[in-house]
């Protein structure tokens, strides 16, 4: 397939190999977001914001991450 000038190209910007991701957002100020589902016994975190360097921290906080 070939590119056109105008195409999009998808990039990756965050993956996680030890837990299923559920959903993510976008908001209009550009973070991101990802859930996570209950299901595993080493579940960490609800929701977490991928930051701009890759990193992650629990959203809304650590005391509420769970």
């Known amino acids: 397939?070939?590119?056109?000038?105008?195409?999009?190209?998808?990039?990756?910007?965050?993956?996680n190999d030890d837990f299923q991701l559920t959903g993510i957002s976008v908001c209009r100020a550009g973070r991101f977001f990802v859930n996570f589902p209950r299901w595993s016994d080493r579940y960490l975190n609800a929701v977490?914001?991928?930051?701009p360097d890759g990193t992650t921290k629990p959203f809304p906080d650590e005391q509420w991450r769970h």
């Open 1 to 15: 397939m070939q590119l056109t000038e105008n195409a999009m190209q998808l990039s990756e910007v965050y993956h």
């Open 48 to 51: 977490i914001e991928v930051m």
